[in-house]
C-alpha cells in the first residue's frame, strides 16, 4: 500500500514523494546504481578486483532504497554515498552495501544475523537474496522506524529487535551469517559463538573513530576461526550498551 503525505513543500515536495501515479519513478537510477557498484568493483576499490554474485546485483535492483533515506534526501538515494537517517546513524554507501554482502555469500536457505539495523535497507537486501534474518538495532526509535518500514514494503522475512547486537540474538542462533554494520573495536565473543560452523561473519573492525578493516571471519565445520582483512573503510562506531560496561 502507498501511503501519500500531503505535499508540504510545492515541487520540491512533489518530487520527493517517491513511486505514485504521475511522478518519477527511481527505477533508472537504481539500474545506473548497480552499474557503477560493478564498476567499482570491478576496478578494485576495495580488496582488489571483483566481480558481484548477479544474485546480489539483482538484490541491489528491486530494493528501493529512497523508502529508507529521509524524506528530503530521497532524491539523493542513488547516489554512491552514505546519507544520514538520524540519531548519528548513516545508511551506507551503496557500494559498500553490496560487497559487505557478496562477501558474506548468503544464501535463500541462510539465516542470516545483522547488528546495526539503522535504516533497515541491509536487512532488505538480504531478504530480496531469500535469507531469514534478524536485525538488532541499539536505537529503539531507529528499530521501530525500520521495523514499520520494512513490514510497509512487504519484507516479511526479517525480525528487528532493540537491543545491543554485542551479545548477538542467542534465541535464534546459531546463524549460517553474521553482518555487522557499525565499526567494532574486536570481534565480539558472543558473535563468534553464534556462527554456525561453515558459516561466515562480515565486520569491519578498527580503533573507535577511526578506520577499520572490513574483516570476513569464516568458521570451518571443526569449529576453527579464521580471520581475513580486506581493506580500510569508515563507519559508525559499534556503541556499549551502559548495561555492558
Ligand atoms: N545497516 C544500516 C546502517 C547501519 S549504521 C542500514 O542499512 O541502514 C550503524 C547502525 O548501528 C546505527 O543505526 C547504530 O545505531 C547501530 N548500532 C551501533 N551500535 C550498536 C550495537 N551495539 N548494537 C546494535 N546496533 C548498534
Do not use: C
Amino acid at each position: 500500500m502507498i501511503r501519500r503525505r500531503p505535499l508540504l513543500g510545492g515541487m520540491a515536495a512533489a518530487l520527493a514523494a517517491g513511486p505514485v501515479a504521475g511522478q518519477p519513478s527511481y527505477d533508472a537510477a537504481r539500474r545506473r546504481m548497480v552499474g557503477n557498484i560493478q564498476q567499482l568493483a570491478a576496478a578494485g576499490a576495495l580488496g582488489g578486483p571483483r566481480r558481484l554474485s548477479p544474485a546480489v546485483l539483482d538484490a541491489l535492483r528491486t530494493v528501493p532504497r529512497h523508502r529508507f533515506v529521509p524524506r528530503d534526501l530521497e532524491g539523493e538515494a542513488y547516489g554512491d554515498t552514505p546519507l544520514p537517517i538520524g540519531h548519528g546513524a548513516t545508511i551506507s554507501q551503496p557500494f559498500m552495501v553490496a560487497i559487505m554482502t557478496d562477501l558474506l555469500q548468503a544464501r535463500s536457505d541462510w539465516k542470516v544475523l545483522e547488528v546495526g539495523t539503522g535504516s533497515g535497507y541491509q536487512a532488505a537486501v538480504l531478504a530480496a537474496l531469500g535469507a531469514q534474518v534478524f536485525t538488532i538495532e541499539i536505537v529503539p526509535e531507529l528499530a521501530r522506524t525500520a521495523e514499520a518500514r520494512l513490514a510497509a514494503l512487504g519484507y516479511r522475512g526479517v525480525q528487528v529487535r532493540a537491543g545491543d547486537g554485542y551479545k548477538g540474538w542467542p534465541e535464534a542462533a546459531p546463524f549460517d551469517g553474521i553482518l555487522v554494520t557499525a565499526g567494532a573495536t574486536h570481534v565480539p565473543t558472543p558473535l563468534v559463538e553464534q556462527l554456525k560452523p561453515g558459516g561466515r561473519m562480515v565486520i569491519p573492525v578498527g580503533p573507535s573513530q577511526q578506520l577499520q578493516q572490513l574483516t570476513v571471519v569464516t568458521k570451518d565445520a571443526r569449529g576453527a576461526v579464521r580471520t581475513t582483512r580486506l581493506g580500510p573503510v569508515l563507519f559508525v562506531p559499534l556503541q556499549e550498551d551502559a548495561r555492558r560496561r
